[in-house]
Nanobody, 113 residues
Framework: QVQLVESGGGLVQPGGSLRLSCVAS????????MGWYRQAPGKQRELVAR???????NYADSVKGRFTVSRDGAKNMVYLQMNNLKPEDTAVYFC???????WGQGTQVTVSS
């Protein structure tokens, strides 16, 4: 069974950094677009960053200049480097394979002093 598994979340102070990782099993990774989404309590899930098979990227306005999405096809990995984190970045972050419409289980990111 194909699946996505995220890791790398945690508690960090404002201004800090975290790097999220998403590993894909099976053949779902290939060249399909992959996305990072987040969902804060009481809010809808929103797209944070997206990367195509050709490594073209796009970002939500709220994270531009702070977050960077990348992928390693050889390792079936997608990463989200998050710098200068703010309390409003607190959420559960999910990895998503667009063509297969598969979600990971999510990883909690909490930004607090």
């Amino acid at each position: 069974q194909v699946q996505l598994v995220e890791s790398g979340g945690g508690l960090v102070q404002p201004g800090g950094s975290l790097r999220l990782s998403c590993v894909a099993s099976g053949s779902i990774f290939s060249i399909q677009p992959m996305g990072w989404y987040r969902q804060a309590p009481g809010k809808q899930r929103e797209l944070v960053a997206r990367i195509t098979g050709g490594s073209n990227t796009n970002y939500a306005d709220s994270v531009k200049g702070r977050f960077t999405v990348s992928r390693d096809g050889a390792k079936n990995m997608v990463y989200l480097q998050m710098n200068n984190l703010k309390p409003e970045d607190t959420a559960v972050y999910f990895c998503h394979a667009q063509w297969d419409n598969i979600w990971g289980q999510g990883t909690q990111v909490t930004v607090s002093s």
